[in-house]
């Protein structure tokens, strides 16, 4: 579990990563839901693009890697205009 600071830490340490990501003007997702180190984002572009942007946040920091952890992947299409 660690100490109890852990959490804070790591709430810390990803807020300056992301800070950091953000700054460097990489292209963005339309949602990016943060809880502690697991983060949930929304893209309207290719898989290509979100692969390209895995890879530059990868090279970020040596320590943080960005994974697809349960292989999750939501689509929206068109019939959902309609409700």
């Given at each position: 579990?660690?100490?109890?600071?852990?959490?804070?830490?790591?709430?810390?340490?990803?807020?300056?990563?992301?800070?950091?990501?953000?700054?460097?003007?990489?292209?963005?997702?339309?949602?990016?839901k943060r809880f502690i180190?697991?983060?949930?984002?929304?893209?309207?572009?290719?898989?290509?693009?979100?692969?390209?942007?895995?890879?530059?946040?990868?090279?970020?920091?040596?320590?943080?890697?960005?994974?697809?952890?349960?292989?999750?992947?939501?689509?929206?299409?068109?019939?959902?205009?309609?409700?």
């Amino acid at each position: 579990m660690g100490t109890k600071m852990a959490a804070a830490f790591a709430i810390i340490f990803m807020a300056k990563v992301e800070t950091d990501l953000k700054s460097k003007r990489f292209n963005w997702p339309l949602v990016w839901k943060r809880f502690i180190d697991d983060i949930f984002f929304l893209w309207n572009t290719t898989r290509q693009e979100v692969t390209q942007f895995i890879e530059q946040a990868n090279k970020h920091h040596q320590t943080i890697k960005f994974t697809n952890f349960l292989n999750t992947t939501v689509y929206k299409d068109e019939r959902f205009n309609r409700c």
